[in-house]
C-alpha cells in the first residue's frame, strides 16, 4: 500500500475517532473529492495521481517535504506501469524554482545539448537576446544549483535527464511567472518565426469538469512521453523549443 493511501486511511481513522458519525462522503467532501473514488482509493483498488495528491495536499497540511515524497512515490509508480524505457526527469527543488525563475535559465541548460553551444554568457546573451550580465549570473546559478556541470576541462554540461518542476501549490509566484513568460513568447513567436518553425494549435471541446482530473494527467503523461521521444530521436540536436503545446524557438538563430 503506497504510503499517501496509508496516511489517508490514518487521518479517516482519528477523525471518526473524534465523531462516531463521521462519514466517508464528508472526508470526501472535505478533500474535494468524488466519494467513489476515496472509497477506491482507501480500499486500494485505485491508486493516488498527482492530481489527486494536488488536490488533498491542503486539505491534509501536507509540508512541501510530504508532499515531494508522495509525488516521487507516485512518479515512480506510474513509471513503472507506463513507461520502463522513459529518461529519469530531475524533479526541482523549492529553493530552486525560485533562483532560476525567469525563462532563460531553462533555455540554458537545453542549450549545451545543441553542437554549437558556446558556455560563454556573450554567446548566451547574443543568442538568447538577453544582457552578458543575466547570460553570467543565470550560469553562476544552474553550476551552483548543480544542473550544470562544469568538467576538470572546462567543459559545461547540463545534469542528464529532463527537467520537471514541483507543484505549482507550494511556489505560485516563481511558476506562475515563467508560465506568463511562456505564454507571452508564444504571442510573439506569430510574428518572429515562419510557421514552418512553430505551432499553435487548440481544441474546442464540450467536456464534463470531472474529468479534469484525468486530462490534466493525461497531458502530463504526453508531455513527458514526447520529451522522451524527442530526446531519443534528436541525433543533432542545433536549436531550443518549447512545446506549450504551443512550439516555438527561444533562441534568435534567424
Known sequence: MMKI????????????????RYSLRAYAKFLSLDVSVLS???????????????????P???TPEEYQLYEK??????????????????HLQIEEIKIIQDWYHYVILELTCLKDFEPSAEWISKRLAISETEAQLALERLVKLNL?????????VAKPGPI??????????????????ILERAIQAMDLFPYAERDQSAVTIGMDDDLIP??????????????NFIDKKS????????????????????
Open 60 to 62: 491534509l497540511s501536507l
Open 214 to 227: 484525468e486530462v490534466k494527467e493525461k497531458i502530463k503523461k504526453f508531455r513527458r512521453s514526447l520529451a
Open 5 to 20: 493511501v496509508k496516511k489517508l486511511n490514518a487521518e479517516f481513522e482519528r477523525r471518526k475517532q473524534i465523531n462516531p
Open 40 to 58: 477506491r482509493i482507501l480500499a486500494n483498488k485505485s491508486k493516488v495521481t498527482s492530481k489527486v495528491l494536488s488536490k488533498i495536499a491542503e
Open 73 to 90: 512515490e507516485i512518479s515512480l509508480h506510474n513509471k513503472r506501469k507506463y513507461d520502463h524505457d522513459a529518461v529519469a526527469f530531475h
Open 235 to 254: 541525433k543533432n540536436k542545433n536549436r531550443v523549443y518549447e512545446i506549450s503545446i504551443s512550439m516555438f524557438p527561444w533562441d534568435n538563430q534567424f
Open 148 to 156: 550544470l556541470i562544469q568538467k576538470a576541462n572546462g567543459e559545461i
Open 164 to 181: 520537471t518542476e514541483f507543484q505549482e501549490k507550494f511556489i505560485p509566484t516563481a511558476l506562475r511567472l515563467r508560465q506568463k513568460q
